[in-house]
Each structure stands twice: as structure tokens, then as C-alpha cells.
């Protein structure tokens, strides 16, 4: 969430930035709303003095065998404009709330406008490879080798499902491993979250209200008379954001570093493509997501721990991919900052993203009130970042293809090896 103050001090700059993202943004009723606030909030808080100094009084009247009746009648009529006045306030701290609730992040100023017309590559690791046989797709190859069972899948739950069987179960859980011990290894805490999550922690997150129809929706019965939803998380992001929801951490503890795997739950809006058979583009998929609670001024060093970590599991896993800097409309409406891991798709002809690290600033501990406290006392906000680390939907497929051999075989990584007993290759 955006600070009212810098909207109602600084509007144009934060008008000028919200365009950047695509986002056309008018302040005129929510200046008119703000003011009005400030007008009434001054009138109540007079009234309501007036109120205790004149109620301070009445005892004393009472004892000098003064009359207050009058004053009783006054004190009522000053009760119920107050109570109005009351009403009125909830009102608009409602209306602001909402409209600033539902206003996108703002980018990082050294970000260019646009959408992916604009995105940068910053990095590129590995050569295309380079096949001297005629090389498969990832399905056609997951097929002939057992690895993964399409028909079946979709008999269960139907189309965006697939079914890890025999060496692709294994693989998929060594790809899981290995990113689970590098992260161990660099000192981040392993978290297990929920699957299934309050609406709470997707408005903190900042995916709710604009997203919440993306997201699989469960309802779970009664709660305080009302009835329960809960959704399943499409990220364990959603939950490790929220984990310290309305808390203040010591600034001492700060950075803070989680990561979770879960599968991931998405609805995944639109038609699928041609390309994106198989499993590029799924309903569940599985995840490891690395989480950072950083202090305001180490901020931009946590981004760059948590890109460079994204990157080193592709560098050992000897994948193709290139590193791009999104523009401002490409990063998604919580994020100041992201930039994309595509690994190369070589049936495709194209790179996919396998892992987003973002920065959202303050704006989802806005949302969720999670702050620090400094040695001075006073309190902030916490920034809050995460990347995958990594997703497996998109990595699988593309280990798959650049590492096939002209036998229909597929070597397995050096890294991957100890997680699948010593194995070095799947043989059709």
C-alpha cells in the first residue's frame, strides 16, 4: 500500500510514477476526501474537548447547588453530533482506504516505462546448445522415457495437470533437494507453510482485491457466524510475507531470510498456446520460494543477494538462460523492482521465466503492518523481497531438452547426481 501522506504532499510525482506501470491515476476525490477529514477530524476533536472540560465541570456545579439540566441537554446534542460526525469519518477512512488499497506499487525511478517492449537483458549465461541430431520436445521426450504421464493427469483432474511416474518423480524431487541444500547452505530457514490461506494474507501480499479471482477459492465452513473462505496459495510468497502480520521486529534480527517449498495453485487466466503444452503452463506446479525481510537501507543489497543466489542454481545446473530487467509495466502491481531467470526452451525457440526476484519496498508491509523497531525506538517499515528459487515447471522441461543426446537419453546434471542415488543418465 502506497503512503497517503506522499499522495496527498507529492501527487503529480506519484501520478508521474503509477504512468510508468500503465496505471492512470486521478487524486481529485481522494484529495477532496482527505481534506474533508482533516476538516471534520478538527471540529470532533474540538467538540470532543469541549465535551470533557464541560463534563469536568458538572460535578462541581452539582455541589455549589447549581442547576445543570440545560447543560445535560447540551451535552447530548453535542453527543449525538459527535457520534454523526464519527459516522461520517468511518466513512471516508473507508472510501480512502479502499482507493489507495487498490493503487499498484510505485516503480523503481531508474526503471523505463512500458511493458516488455522495454525489458533489458542484464546477463546471459551458456551457449544455445547445439545439437548435431535432429533434437525432441520436452513432452515427446518425457513420454518415450516414462518420466511424465500427460494422459493420465488430465484423466484426474484435467487439462494443466500432468503426472510425475518412475525417474521423473525422482528428478523432480532431486531438482527440490538441490535447491532446498543450497539455500540451508547460505543460513536461510526452511519454512513449510499452509497451502491453504486467509484473504488476509493476499491483501497483504498485495494480490487482493485485483487478483482474487486468479486464485482457487475453498469454502471451509463457519466463523464467528460467518462463513470461511480460504484460498490455496499460488506462491508460498503469500504466506512467508505475512508470517509477522501486525508485528515489530527488533531492527538486531533484520535481514531476515525464509525459504518455503509448497506446490503452487493457480487458475492461470486465459487460453493456452500451442508452445505451452506439457508442462510450461499448469494449474500445480511445485516451488521453492526464498523470502527476505531487509531494513529500508539494506534494501537494495537483499536484491541483489536474492538475484544472484537465483542465478548460481542455473549456473550449476549448467542451464542456457539470460537475466532480464523488467520494465515498470512488466513487474507486477506490488513490486518496485523485478528482474526475470528465463532458461531457453529449445523446441520453443524462445526463453521462459523460471524465477521472478522482486522488491516490493514497504508497500506489502504497509498492507500487513510489519515493522522494526530501531535503536532509537522509533519504528518502520520493514522492506519486504522475494525470488524463486526455483519453480521446476519450466526448469524440468528445459533440463530435458538440453541435455537429451542423440540416443533419446537425457544426462543428468553433476549437481543433481547425489539426490538420484549416483545416476548419471535416463535411458529410454
Not at 191 to 202: A, E, F, W
Not at 239 to 263: C, H, Q, R, W
Not at 392 to 397: A, I, M
Request: glycine share 8%; net charge negative; proline share 5%.
Amino acid at each position: 500500500m502506497l503512503d497517503i501522506k506522499l499522495i496527498t504532499e507529492r501527487p503529480d510525482f506519484v501520478k508521474e510514477a503509477l504512468a510508468k506501470k500503465g496505471c492512470n491515476a486521478d487524486f481529485t476525490e481522494l484529495l477532496q476526501w482527505v481534506a474533508e477529514r482533516k476538516a471534520i477530524l478538527q471540529e470532533v476533536e474540538a467538540d470532543k474537548a469541549m465535551r470533557n472540560k464541560v463534563s469536568a465541570q458538572i460535578p462541581q456545579l452539582k455541589k455549589q447547588g447549581q442547576p445543570v439540566d440545560e447543560i445535560f441537554a447540551q451535552m447530548r446534542e453535542l453527543g449525538e453530533k459527535i457520534s454523526a460526525a464519527d459516522e461520517k469519518l468511518n466513512a471516508l477512512n473507508d472510501k480512502i482506504f479502499d482507493f489507495v488499497a487498490k493503487l499498484p506499487n510505485l516503480p523503481d525511478e531508474d526503471l523505463l516505462p512500458g511493458e516488455k517492449e522495454n525489458n533489458q537483458v542484464v546477463k546471459v549465461f551458456g551457449e544455445k546448445p547445439d545439437f548435431n541430431f535432429e533434437p525432441k520436445n520436452h513432452v515427446d521426450l518425457c513420454t518415450a522415457l516414462g518420466l511424465i504421464d500427460y494422459e493420465r493427469g488430465v484423466k484426474l483432474s484435467g487439462g494443466g495437470y500432468w503426472l510425475y511416474r518412475g525417474d521423473g518423480a525422482r528428478l523432480e524431487w532431486a531438482l527440490l533437494n538441490f535447491f532446498i541444500s543450497e539455500h540451508l547452505n547460505d543460513g536461510y530457514t526452511f519454512i513449510l507453510p499452509p497451502h491453504m490461506l486467509g484473504y488476509n494474507c493476499g491483501f497483504g501480499a498485495g494480490q487482493f482485491p485485483k487478483f482474487s479471482e486468479e486464485v482457487y477459492w475453498i469454502e471451509d465452513g463457519e466463523a464467528d457466524g460467518k462463513k470461511a473462505q480460504r484460498f490455496m496459495l499460488p506462491t508460498a510468497e503469500t504466506a512467508l510475507v505475512n508470517m509477522y502480520a501486525g508485528e515489530i521486529i527488533d531492527e538486531s534480527k533484520l535481514p531476515m531470510k525464509f525459504f518455503a517449498y509448497t506446490p503452487c495453485y493457480r487458475k492461470e487466466a486465459g487460453s493456452y498456446r500451442a508452445e505451452e503444452r506439457g508442462m510450461i503452463r499448469g494449474h500445480q506446479f511445485n516451488k521453492v520460494e526464498m523470502v527476505q525481510y531487509a531494513h529500508p537501507d539494506k534494501s537494495k543489497e537483499a536484491f541483489e543477494e536474492l538475484v544472484n543466489k537465483a542465478c548460481s542454481l542455473m549456473e550449476k545446473l549448467g542451464l542456457h538462460f539470460r537475466l532480464s530487467k523488467l520494465a515498470a509495466g512488466d513487474c507486477s502491481a506490488s513490486m518496485a523492482r523485478t528482474y526475470d531467470i528465463e532458461v531457453w526452451i529449445p523446441s520453443m525457440g524462445i526463453y521462459k521465466e523460471v524465477s521472478s526476484v522482486s522488491n516490493a519496498n514497504d508497500y506489502q508491509a504497509r498492507r500487513n503492518n510489519t515493522r522494526y523497531r530501531g535503536a532509537d525506538k522509533k519504528t518502520g517499515f520493514v522492506h519486504t523481497l522475494n525470488g524463486s528459487g526455483l519453480a521446476t515447471s519450466r526448469v524440468f522441461p528445459a533440463l530435458i531438452e538440453q541435455y537429451q543426446n542423440a540416443d533419446g537419453s537425457v544426462t543428468i546434471p553433476e549437481v543433481l547426481r547425489p539426490f538420484m542415488g549416483g545416476q548419471s543418465v535416463i535411458k529410454p
